[in-house]
């Protein structure tokens, strides 16, 4: 067995096209033999480097990103706007549903003026000397006392859509509260979201600051009667509105990524908008979802943001056995009751700044949190202006007619001194522009930057480099491998012995008869015509032969002719010898001997016979 996979490696290198086999089997001598064999091994061994460089490359699966540019119609963001103030404070003192609230209020303030003298259940006297560490404090305190409130009780603290947005208009057109949405955010409190509902679907075929949305906002730190009267909590420390721009669908990012617009400014925001498509594993690291056990946000479109919330909601549960209302409730855990204990456990878990070993739990190590696969995202920009001018008196439609911070005209509102109500907007108000600052945006697309046909691409250059490797090597290589195959299956040799039934009935067979005999009638018309060419060859000979012969006979009767001349010539030289003879003979005596003499001469001389 051995002499014939031999024999069939010896076959293989005679009819392979691998560069180098041929002339290793062929060799006529053993020093070129050898010389060939350590060049084929060199060869291979240079192509399995860059093999094994290719792989390795394959195996990290880079990627690179496509930015494209588009420009086109574009649905205009989600724009969400909070007052600062999450609650009225006039409804705090006066209500005793708010009771726990407004004691808390009184307590702050009481540290502030630095009377707090006794211990108190949010643990404020503790802090009283630090300023940063007492509102913070008390406003994580305030959020947990805000959460134990009914959706009916926080109805009646918080501003209603009357109340925050007196002017609304998009593309120069009003809008009304249809188009809104009400959330609630336990820092802000009641918040509303344009353009939240699909159905709705605000978008921008034309960029510019007259082509989105426009929005009169009155935040009410006193109230517009005209009798005055501070309405903020004394924990809210500035007068304005939180605005969040998002995707459709998306949990507005206020603590993270909101805007502060602040009154008696017009805020103009102009957006940008970008597109970004991640490759998915293994080429990327992106998510379409959390796992279910821990996605907290269902409702809502899977971002980065989300994912980290839910992980710290998770990490406060864990540490505090509940969690903050800074983020929705998952499902099996409970809400930190605003106790000293608890407002003690949510701080230590911002750690110590002055101390490395109690960092900040950082979520980008202790947070399993991947970006989504699809995102938009937003990039803006904020420019300011002195709102209203000196001379432009405010008016709006029909918010005002109501009762509600209206127009400064007296047909409209408590107000009887417009000058005073003027006053009252630069102190109470904001004007908030938001625009696309241009319809193109960025797409970006994550794909694969060395994929499977990158890495066939290398392969083939490599291997007709090094070894001069082609596809029809590789077939060569897979029909020895099978030749193998079946020799090794077979015990070193196939027969074939077919029955003579089957051969009478294998159309192959017949199929070879009958081309055998056409292939016959072939030769036989093709010796026929051979043999006429033969014939013709023949014929043509003779006629040459006979060509030949006229010529030669030709020839000859012209040597027969010039000859016959010659002799008429000669016979005329004869006759004129004669007759000078016979003159001189009738003139004068004349030798004859001498005379014959001469004519013998001359007829010598002439060669006649």
């Known amino acids: 067995m051995g002499q014939g996979a031999i024999q069939i490696f010896k076959d293989f290198a005679n009819w392979s096209t691998v560069c180098g086999v041929p002339h290793i089997a062929n060799s006529s001598t053993k020093l070129s033999r050898a010389f060939w064999v350590i060049v084929f091994i060199a060869m291979v061994s240079m192509f399995s480097y860059e093999l094994y460089i290719m792989i390795a490359k394959f195996l990290t699966y880079p990627a690179m990103v496509n930015t494209n540019l588009p420009f086109e119609e574009q649905r205009f963001p989600v724009i969400t706007v909070c007052n600062f103030n999450p609650l009225k404070y006039s409804v705090v003192k006066s209500d005793s549903k708010f009771s726990d609230i407004n004691d808390l209020m009184e307590t702050y303030k009481s540290a502030v003026a630095g009377t707090l003298a006794s211990s108190d259940k949010w643990g404020l006297y503790d802090v009283k000397d630090k300023p940063f560490d007492r509102d913070t404090r008390a406003q994580e305190a305030l959020i947990l006392e805000t959460a134990k409130l009914s959706q009916a009780d926080l109805d009646a603290a918080t501003y209603s859509f009357e109340e925050l947005i007196t002017e609304c208009s998009f593309s120069s057109a009003p809008c009304n509260k249809d188009a809104f949405t009400k959330i609630f955010n336990p820092v802000y409190g009641a918040c509303y979201s344009f353009n939240e509902d699909k159905a709705l679907n605000y978008s921008c075929n034309r960029a510019g600051i007259k082509f989105g949305l426009k929005l009169l906002i009155t935040v009410s730190q006193t109230k517009a009667e005209g009798g005055g ?18 995707a459709p669908g998306t949990l507005p990012s206020l603590e993270a990524t909101g805007i ?24 990327g690291i992106c998510v379409n979802r959390e796992p279910t056990d821990t996605d907290i946000y269902a409702n809502y479109t899977y971002t980065l943001e989300t994912c980290f919330n839910g992980c710290r909601q998770r990490k406060t549960n864990e540490v505090c056995s509940c969690t903050t209302p800074r983020f929705p409730l998952p499902s099996g855990m409970s809400y930190c009751e605003p106790t000293k204990a608890n407002l003690d456990c949510l701080a230590s878990l911002k750690g110590d700044q002055t101390n490395k070993a109690n960092p900040n739990m950082n979520a980008m190590t202790e947070c399993d949190c991947n970006p989504p696969c699809s995102e938009d995202s937003y990039t803006t920009t904020s420019s300011l202006a002195w709102f209203p001018a000196t001379s432009y008196y405010v008016g709006v439609g029909d918010t005002g007619k109501e009762g509600v911070a209206g127009s400064c005209s007296p047909d409209n509102t408590k107000m009887t001194d417009p000058d005073a109500c ?16 241009s319809l193109i945006y960025d797409l970006y697309n994550e794909v694969p930057s060395y994929g499977i046909g990158a890495v066939i691409n290398d392969l083939g250059g490599q291997a007709g480099l090094w070894m001069g490797l082609s596809v029809i090597s590789v077939v060569e290589m897979v029909g020895l491998f099978a030749i193998l195959m079946a020799w090794c299956v077979s015990g070193g040799a196939i027969k074939i012995r077919p029955n003579s039934n089957e051969l009478e009935s294998d159309h192959r067979i017949k199929d070879i008869d009958q081309v055998k005999k056409e292939l016959d009638q072939y030769d036989k018309d ?7 060419d033969d014939d013709a060859e023949q014929e043509r000979d ?4 006979k060509i030949k012969r006229a010529s030669r006979r030709a020839t000859q009767v012209d040597e027969e002719l010039i000859a016959v001349q010659e002799e008429v010539q000669l016979a005329r030289r004869c006759r004129k010898m004669q ?16 005379l014959l003499a001469e004519v013998f001469s001359i007829i010598s001389a002439e060669n006649i016979p």
């Open 579 to 594: 007759k000078s003879v016979a003159e001189q003979l009738s003139t004068e005596e004349v030798n004859t001997n001498s």
């Open 260 to 283: 502060n617009a602040g009154v008696g400014y017009q805020t103009a925001i102009s957006v940008n908008t970008a597109h970004t498509n991640r490759a998915k594993r293994p080429y």
């Open 422 to 437: 003027k006053e009252w907007y630069q102190g109470n108000s904001l004007l908030l522009s938001i625009f696309f600052e």
């Open 542 to 545: 003779f006629e040459n032969g």
């Open 229 to 246: 009267g501070w309405d903020f909590l004394p924990t809210t420390h500035s007068a304005g509105a939180r605005v969040a721009i998002n």
């Open 526 to 532: 093709d010796k026929d015509m051979m043999d006429s």
